[in-house]
């Protein structure tokens, strides 16, 4: 009886183990900025969620961004800072877009998020 206990807290310790290897940790690093030219005066950002975790509070640098090229809601200018989607969640390997006006292209940096894990 003794042994089998013992075997199974040997499983339950591999076991969460195993769990753990595939945790990762993550950060605003994980996030990943594409950008392409949609016109001549629009381009189309694309930001990934490349952590199995949800980021939320996400800010980009746009020091120097013209923030009446593009909807507050989606990125609200404070600072040199930018807050995207009113702070809601990029799920886990997920995108989240939205395109804004400009002859040329801004250079968008993340520069925070939180990371919720589950």
Avoid: H
């Amino acid at each position: 009886m003794a042994s089998r206990f013992v075997n199974f807290l040997c499983l339950v310790f591999v076991c969460s183990l195993i769990v753990r290897g595939n945790c990762q940790p993550c950060t605003f690093d994980n996030l990943e900025i594409a950008q392409g030219k949609i016109s001549d005066d629009k381009w189309k950002v694309t930001i990934t969620n490349e952590c199995p975790c949800s980021q939320l509070d996400v800010k980009l640098s746009c020091d120097g961004f013209d923030q009446s090229a593009v909807d507050p809601s989606i990125l609200l200018q404070s600072g040199g800072e930018c807050l995207v989607n009113k702070g809601q969640p990029i799920y886990g390997n997920k995108n989240f877009n939205f395109a804004y006006a400009s002859k040329t292209e801004f250079p968008f940096k993340p520069l925070s998020s939180q990371v919720a894990c589950s």
